[in-house]
């Protein structure tokens, strides 16, 4: 409840010092703080406010963290300026904007919950979720549309896997609550897309010997597919991972999700998951232009009523307009996508995060209307 370090020679603060629920004192004067803002709320604020202020992304971790988290800021904004484009798209009627509806936790008569255990803080420490209703992916190349998104978003945004990690799941397919540990290599074992069950271990080995063929075999220092961010695991004792209620890992960021809950054409509702070392706001970040994204790429095929021949014999599941029963109601190019809210608690049920919070989706572009 109280913590004393006044007078010492800290340089920076741990973000990990924002996991203490229960601090109510904090007395860190005279300490030389790289962080100029966090030095001056030391000498100033109460405890909540510094806390607060280190919980918003690590920004106590002195100048260079710092510079970093700005200059991410400044190229989020200046990517999400560049695909609200100018002044034109105010002009647009109200019939062209993307609609989301966001349905609260209130609202919601089984809500999804992610308990993180105190573990992750040393690997992977923030993650942010949500659930995605009313997805169109059956009709023609939707899924992969879909897909190839992913990948651009991973590239783009997330820097390659270093600032943040996609992973979608079928929400049909999810068993909650959910809980987001670590594992140690030899023991978390998981069905990666489109392999056998193996234990991190031996799958981070096994891309390994797969990207050392790659390079002999093309002559060449690149490799492609899940390799390439195998280094972002280096050094680490134990591997993030977030479980069902059923005890199965279905997703092992930042390196590839489960086969159990494999998104296919079938598919009519996500369950989306960002994960970070960075910083939340990352995250926070993240999730919002993927958001954005599947609501593109949802009305683009509702408009484009493609061909459906193509559906992996999963008719009976498949809820794209071509593949509705009798009677059932066409979704229109603009019906809105469901947004349904997450919490993320702490283990003894302390809210860390709730996504999509009032001030989440506000900002990403002009073409999305967000019902609250």
Known sequence: QSLDLSNNHLTELPAELAECPRLKELN??????????????????QAKSVLEYLRAGGRGKGKAESGREEARKKKREKRQKKDGGDGEQDELEDVSRLLVKVLHVSENPAPLTVR???????VRPFIVCCALRGVTLAPGNALKRFLAAQTKLHEDIC???????IATHDLQLIRGPLTYSVQPPAELKITPLGRKEIKA?????????????????????????LHKYLQLLDGKDNYPCLVDAEGVVISFPPITNSEKTKVKKS?????????????????KDVMDALILKIAELNRFTLENREDDSGSDNESDALCGPGNLNPGQKVQQPNSPLVVEQVRVVDTDGNLKVLYPSKTDLTTVSSLLTVMR
């Open 28 to 45: 860190l004067r005279g300490n030389r703080l790289k962080d100029k803002r966090l030095e001056k709320m030391v000498n100033g604020c």
């Open 116 to 122: 993180v255990s105190a573990g992750v803080r040393d």
């Open 201 to 225: 271990k031996d799958l981070v080995r096994q891309l390994q010997l797969e990207a050392e063929e790659q390079r002999k075999q093309k002559k060449r220092q690149n490799i492609s597919g």
């Open 159 to 165: 820097e390659k896997r270093t600032a943040a990690t």
């Open 267 to 283: 598919t009519c509702d996500l369950f989306l998951e960002v994960t970070s070392d960075a910083s939340l706001q990352i995250c």
